[in-house]
């Protein structure tokens, strides 16, 4: 049998996949669309990241085609219905970077609620903006709202906890009666609620035809005055010119973003220049630790829904 990759994925995953299958490893695959459709035509396993599209397009021109795995956990590249029209297995790495991105959304409310890490050259060239810089907050005993409640927005109360911040969340798929909420010690309100009651929001939904632009201008101008705002799940959630634009009015403190409405970002776009504003590739779930995790988990499935049997790693040296 033969597996498909078109993203990067761990090496000692790969190799494991190797001792079973005949396996593909071309992760500029996902640069080369016509050449990833002719590729796929041999594969009864195909593995992608984010950007590789499993659409109708490509489905069509992979007839052997058995097992998905994602290595990750958003699916909105992938067409769940088509998969599982011809019982194609799609496998995500559920909660294998979970730790990864809970870190990146602490650390960052850190940096952003303090607001004095950007003026390095400005220190190496002989300049001292002590007083500039000495406004920054304190986390505890601000609220964070976690927008979306799922493995990663628990971990991310978890670890914001342990910073005496107080946390709100809210999950349309969870009641506010659900024991989640009161065994993490979270208090579950309505989006605007939150939006209107938090320092720092950040934000863990799958991009669907209702999230798309959920925090709009209207819902960015609900937000609390000096709010910061992070987003590590999908682009399509946020209305990015919106966001500037309440960057650069001073409504909001500060922002991260990791994900796009479109990636790589356009020439041209209104979050160029934005002012405390960070900006980084699709890369909060990207670890040493967690790409380990993920690509083991993502091997092991698809060589299960393969083979019908147990799938066997490679043990990895300590």
Excluded: K
């Amino acid at each position: 049998m033969h597996i498909l990759i078109s993203e990067f994925m761990d090496a000692p995953a790969v190799d494991a996949l190797r001792q079973r299958f005949d396996v593909r490893y071309a992760p500029d695959l996902v640069e080369q669309r016509d050449a990833l459709l002719a590729a796929a035509g041999e594969a009864d396993g195909l593995i992608v990241r984010n950007r590789s599209r499993v659409d109708a397009a490509l489905l069509q021109a992979a007839p052997r085609l058995r097992a998905v795995g994602r290595l990750g956990v958003g699916l909105d590249n992938i067409d769940l219905d088509a998969c599982a029209a011809r019982g194609i297995a799609v496998i995500p790495a559920t909660g294998a970077n979970a730790r990864a991105v809970a870190e990146y959304v602490v650390g960052t409310v850190l940096m952003l609620l303090r607001g004095a890490y950007g003026s390095s050259a400005e220190v190496a060239a002989g300049a001292w903006p002590r007083a500039a810089l000495s406004q920054g907050l304190e986390a505890q005993g601000r609220t964070l709202g976690i927008v979306g409640f799922g493995g990663i927005g628990r971990l991310t109360a978890r670890l914001a906890q342990g910073l005496d911040m107080r946390v709100a969340g809210c999950d349309a798929a969870l009641p506010p009666d659900h024991p989640a909420w009161r065994e993490c010690g979270v208090a579950a309100m309505s989006l605007d609620d939150l939006l209107t009651h938090s320092d720092a929001v950040t934000l863990h939904l799958p991009l669907t035809p209702g999230t798309r632009r959920l925090l709009d201008a209207n819902r960015i101008a609900r937000m609390r005055p000096g709010a910061v705002l992070i987003n590590t799940s999908r682009g399509g959630i946020v209305d990015e010119a919106a966001l500037a634009n309440a960057l650069r009015t001073g409504h909001l403190r500060g922002a991260a973003l990791d994900v796009f409405d479109q990636e790589p970002l356009p020439a041209g776009t209104p979050l160029a220049g934005a002012p405390n504003l960070i900006l980084t590739p699709h890369i909060a779930g990207l670890t040493q630790e967690a790409n380990t995790r993920v690509s083991d988990m993502v091997a092991a499935g698809v060589t299960m829904a393969l083979t019908g049997g147990d799938a066997v790693c490679a043990a990895r040296a300590s």
